[in-house]
């Protein structure tokens, strides 16, 4: 696990990407906020970069796949302005050393402008690579924290789609030190709910850094 805290006076690298389509009223946005304000406290200074995914996400077209797949030392300045925003968000990955993702359950998946997301990180030579051994996720020493909420559907069900995918596609990258906070059935249990995702962010950022402390 990352901790840069205790080993470092530089501030925390955090990336928060919001998934949700709604501005006002999210759960996941309102969630993801308390949880990074609850690393503030408990790791100390940070920076935050924020990715509202609301705003827009281009998707993978014949343009983006033809500059993707070319060498970068041939690419020619459309194919390097196509690429832009997808090197952008590369970028803010390589920086953070903790990612926040706020993510509701659309129609059990993940909202469309997240898979796009996804789409426009995994790129070979940048976030992985292929060995003779298979694909190697180049994104390491990162933590990540998923904030997931869903209005029916209870999170790791058989009715998840969202949740392992999620898993699989960040570890595909080199993400692989995940922590999940769920706030689930919130159209039957809401308050249930919201509590125990609250007790779950006390957990995971205070309990785990005064652990992170005394180790140290």
């Known amino acids: 696990m990352y901790d840069k805290a205790t080993t470092s006076a530089a501030p925390l690298q955090i990336l928060e990407v919001s998934a949700s389509g709604r501005h006002h009223g999210s759960t996941s946005r309102a969630l993801t906020g308390e949880l990074i304000a609850a690393l503030e406290s408990g790791r100390g200074p940070a920076q935050i970069r924020r990715r509202d995914l609301a705003d827009g996400v281009p998707f993978v077209d014949d343009a983006w796949i033809a500059a993707n797949f070319t060498a970068d030392e041939d690419r ?12 952008q968000l590369v970028s803010e990955l390589q920086e953070a050393d903790i990612i926040v993702l706020g993510v509701p359950i659309y129609n059990f998946s993940i909202p469309a402008a997240l898979k796009a997301w996804i789409d426009m990180i995994a790129r070979a030579r940048l976030t992985f690579r292929y060995t003779e051994n298979g694909p190697e996720g180049l994104l390491k020493n990162k933590k ?5 909420s869903s209005g029916g559907v209870a999170v790791g069900s058989d009715y998840d789609f969202a949740s392992p995918y999620l898993r699989h596609a960040l570890a595909f990258v080199g993400i692989t030190d995940i922590e999940f906070i769920a706030a689930e059935q919130l159209n039957s249990k809401a308050d249930e709910s919201l509590d125990t995702a609250r007790l779950r962010i006390g957990e995971l950022v205070y309990t785990s850094s005064s652990l992170d402390h005394r180790a140290a």
Do not use: K, P
Not at 144 to 148: D, E, H, S
């Open 76 to 87: 020619d300045a459309a194919q390097r302005e196509v690429l832009a925003y997808s090197d």
């Open 144 to 148: 990540a924290y998923i904030v997931i």
